[in-house]
């Protein structure tokens, strides 16, 4: 669970982990966190991270693919089953200086995490404390004590995204229904 791991996170963004050994060459088969493995070919190099707080130095990528639900990474210094074995379950990160720049319309999913929610009327919802993707769209977490809104990521509901907040105009019934007093 990514929770397990402890890492510089203003620096690092933890990505995947590491499932299991593949074939007898050192390659490893990581599944992404993000649910889209395909992520995990736009890196040319990787950290490691034990559940003991261990980060490795930077490993080059020397061949990665698509398999099922996961990517097979060949790691440099990772040579044989034996070694690649050895890193059954560490955290896959990314220094964040390697994400590609993104568009002025695209987010990284992590830039949103902890920044506040409010109405367009002023109405404080609370803060970002995850984000899924249902298929269509990604839906915000958004969290205020027991209180807990799934609000879409969509241009119509979402108003204005700065650094301080992020303000939204929810349809009627969006928030009575995330609440449960919807009739």
């Known amino acids: 669970m990514a929770l397990d791991f402890c890492f ?6 933890l990505v995947g982990e590491i499932r299991k050994p593949h074939g007898l060459r050192g390659e490893v088969k990581v599944s992404a966190y993000s649910g889209d493995s395909g992520t995990l070919l736009n890196y040319s190099r990787v950290v490691l991270v034990d559940k003991r707080k261990n980060v490795s130095p930077a490993l080059t990528i020397e061949k990665a693919r698509i398999q099922g639900k996961g990517a097979i990474l060949k790691l440099e210094t990772v040579n044989d089953r034996e070694r690649a ?16 720049l993104l568009d002025a319309d695209e987010y990284y999913w992590h830039h949103l995490y902890n920044r506040p929610v409010c109405t367009q009327s002023g109405e404080d919802l609370g803060t970002v404390a995850s984000i899924f993707s249902n298929g269509a769209q990604d839906i915000m977490v958004v969290k205020n004590g ?11 509901i979402v108003i204005d995204d700065t650094e301080e907040r992020i303000i939204v ?6 928030l009575e229904i995330n609440s449960g007093t919807a009739e």
């Open 8 to 13: 510089d996170e203003d620096r690092y963004l």
């Open 85 to 100: 074995e050895a890193l059954y379950g560490f955290g896959i990160l990314i220094d964040k200086s390697d994400l590609p």
């Open 146 to 156: 027991k209180r807990e809104f799934l609000i879409p990521l969509i241009d119509a």
């Open 169 to 174: 105009s929810p349809p009627p019934g969006l």
